[in-house]
Structure formats: C-alpha cells, structure tokens
C-alpha cells in the first residue's frame, strides 16, 4: 500500500536559505493539498491542486512561497528567504475526485534556525 | 484562522473508560470529519458526518453533529492505549463553491492510561 509520500521527514536549515520539500500522493488522486502546522496547533491549509492546476491559495501563503504540481503527479513546495516563523510541521495531504477524506503523509518538519 | 475549537484541550483516562471530545465551529458547513494524529506523524481520517445526518458510528467511535449549535462530539468506547493521540475536527464552508480547504480546530489531546 503506497500511502502519501513526503521527504524529506527533517530538515533543518539557517535562516535565508531556500529549502524545497517533496509531496508524491497516492497514484490515483488527482487532488493534492498543502497545510502547515504549528506546535499544539491544528493544520492550516496552505494550497489545493486538481491534477496540475493550483486552484487556491491561503493569504498564509506569502510570496516566499511556490508550490508546483508539474504534470499533475508530485509537488513541491519552495520556501525561498526562510525566516524562524517558517519552523513548522509540512504536511501533504491527496485525495479522490469528490471525496471529501484526505490521505495525510507524514510531514516534513522545518527548523529554521 | 481556526474555524473549530476542540474541547476539552486534553483529557486523561483509564483504559476501557469511554472518551468524549466536542468540537464548535463557526460558519455552516457541508460535512464535519474528525481526524487523529499520533506524535508527529500525519493525521488518519477517523469519521465524515455530513450536515443533514445528526449520528454516526464507525466501530467504537460515535460521532454526533447539531448544526443549530454548530457543534459535534466524538465518542471513543472502551478506550485502548493505543487510541492515545490528538483528535482534530475539521469543516469545510458551505461556500457552494465545492468543498476541498478543510479548516482545522487546535484538537485535544487524549492519553489513555494503562
């Protein structure tokens, strides 16, 4: 069962560098979503995909940050000039068609020191 | 922003006892899902209630949903250790533009004990 992929699971790096994280859903889906999530916090949603098409992002979102989704199969997420405030869990999450039940990964944390 | 706030933050019980958590969000939605989360790992779908059913069951998990107070509660029976773990509901806005951005409450934090 090749359940919502993320890499890398740990990544700690110094403030202004840019770090790139990997989301590969589970094959079939065709919609993929990133959120972020703060320690003793719930998820919050970042973007949404359909196939290639990023069909919405968060004001959480700020122009740092870049999601793709070439050809509709993995994504990744770019923080460019990262700050301390980045420091989160990353989490990518994919799901069917119209089904409202997401398949989460298990997240990439971020340490910016 | 939070749309749900899970109550309590945390709760401590015995093994076999049964569990509640409630969630209260703010805006109507089209269904409430509740999700687990084991220490630093991905969140695992537990349970959707659609907005015009009012319980449902899924094994020993009970998910009740009153949209007039624009709350839900999660009921786990005969708990295990292994059910330790944050809860999280999560609701999508009735926006009537298809539902796919869940919002998130701050979840609570279930220790079963032994």
């Not at chain 1, 460019?80 to 989460?104: I, P, V, W």
């Not at chain 2, 703010?26 to 269904?31: A, E, F, R």
């Not at chain 2, 069951?57 to 107070?69: A, N, Q």
């Amino acid at each position: 069962d090749t359940g919502v992929s993320q890499n890398p699971r740990h990544k700690i790096t110094k403030r202004g560098q840019n770090v790139t994280f990997r989301c590969d859903p589970i094959s079939e889906h065709n919609r993929l979503y990133w959120y972020r999530q703060t320690l003793g916090q719930g998820p919050e949603f970042l973007t949404y995909f359909q196939n290639e098409a990023q069909l919405e992002k968060s004001r959480l979102l700020s122009d740092r940050f870049s999601a793709e989704r070439p050809k509709g199969s993995f994504s990744t997420l770019e923080i460019q000039r990262t700050e301390q405030g980045d420091s989160a869990m990353y989490l990518c999450a994919s799901s069917y068609h119209n089904d409202e039940k997401l398949f989460f990964g298990s997240g990439t944390q971020l340490s910016v020191l | 922003s939070q749309q749900g706030e899970e109550d309590p933050q945390a709760l401590s019980i015995q093994e076999g006892e049964n569990a509640t958590m409630n969630c209260s969000y703010k805006t109507s939605i089209n269904n409430l899902q509740w999700y687990r989360q084991n220490s630093g790992r991905g969140l695992v779908h537990l349970i959707l209630i659609r907005s015009n059913e009012r319980e449902k069951h899924s094994g020993r998990l009970r998910v009740t949903l009153d949209t007039s107070k624009k709350s839900s509660s999660l009921l786990i029976t005969a708990s295990r250790a292994a059910d330790t773990a944050s809860y999280f509901c999560a609701t999508d806005a009735d926006s009537g533009a298809g539902s796919y951005q869940l919002t998130f409450g701050k979840g609570t934090k279930l220790s079963v004990i032994p």
